[in-house]
């Protein structure tokens, strides 16, 4: 039998407990999606695959490649540490969120772009940017992955593009169907397009205010609940931390 070693970019989304003292890791790969390796020796502190192998670990991973076993992890280069992120409990509960839905987002479409969406994610976690923003934005483009977009054009009811007057759940409503549903600032129209669309990359200041961020947050969940089968415990646990984070 031959071991190949082989180098793959990744990132690790979770680690389980395998006997004493190893790790299986599963990481999320831009070429191979997402791959659980078996880090031998990491529990242990004098290993030298215990640091390399935490949760949210971003980097190089050498791998010896096993046709239908367990692959074994040999060694990482990290490409980066997101330093700022690891010194702060709420951006770490939003990491801890965007692993857990990028998990089932990718267990329902393999498509390659969901790597570099979700790492360009992390970066500007790291730089600071409002987390429930970049949570929101990944979850606007996810949504399109998962075959469920949101109509942001017409009225959800009729199909008309004209009048719209607000939205609800679901969409868009016009004046013809509306009956009595809660009027809503129109602009999280015009955001939620905007989520859909940017460059996650391109983003450096975020300027939205607190009542649109709740509403878009509070729109988007309900939205996933609704259309996307999806259950995220993270998520339920952020909106509990949120208000106490956003000043
Ligand atoms: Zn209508």
């Not at 190089?60 to 239908?68: A, G, V």
């Not at 801890?96 to 839905?101: A, E, P, R, W």
């Not at 267990?107 to 994610?121: A, G, H, P, Q, V």
């Not at 602009?187 to 989520?195: C, G, Q, V």
Request: charged fraction near 25%; include cysteine; glycine fraction near 6%.
């Amino acid at each position: 039998m031959i071991n190949v070693i082989t180098k793959v970019e990744g990132f690790i989304l979770n680690t389980t407990n395998y006997g004493e003292s190893s790790l299986v890791i599963n990481i999320l790969t831009k070429e191979y999606g997402i791959i659980g390796l078996m880090a031998k020796g990491a529990k242990s502190i004098k290993n030298k695959l215990h640091a390399l192998t935490m949760k949210f670990t971003y980097g190089f991973f050498y791998i010896y490649y096993k046709e239908n076993k367990l692959s074994i992890l040999s060694d990482v280069d990290i490409i980066e540490p997101f330093k700022n992120i690891h010194q702060d409990l709420t951006k770490i509960s939003y990491l801890t969120y965007i692993c857990d839905l990028t998990n089932q987002v990718y267990r329902e479409s393999n498509e390659k772009d969901i790597y570099d969406l979700f790492i360009n994610t992390v970066y500007k976690l790291n730089e600071g940017l409002n987390p429930i923003v970049l949570a929101n934005i990944l979850e606007t483009k996810y949504l399109n992955y998962l075959g469920v977009g949101i109509n942001l054009d017409s009225c959800l009811r009729c199909g008309s593009t004209k009048n719209i007057v607000t939205i609800i759940d679901g969409g868009l409503l016009c004046r013809d169907c509306y009956y009595n549903e809660p009027i809503k600032d129109l602009k999280m129209i015009k955001l939620l397009r905007m989520y859909e669309l940017i460059d996650i990359r391109s983003i450096n200041n975020i300027n939205i205010s607190k009542n649109l961020i709740d509403d878009i947050n509070e729109f988007l969940n309900d939205y996933y609940d609704r259309y996307t089968g999806l259950y995220l415990k993270s998520k339920k646990f952020l909106d509990k931390i949120k208000d106490s984070m956003m000043e």
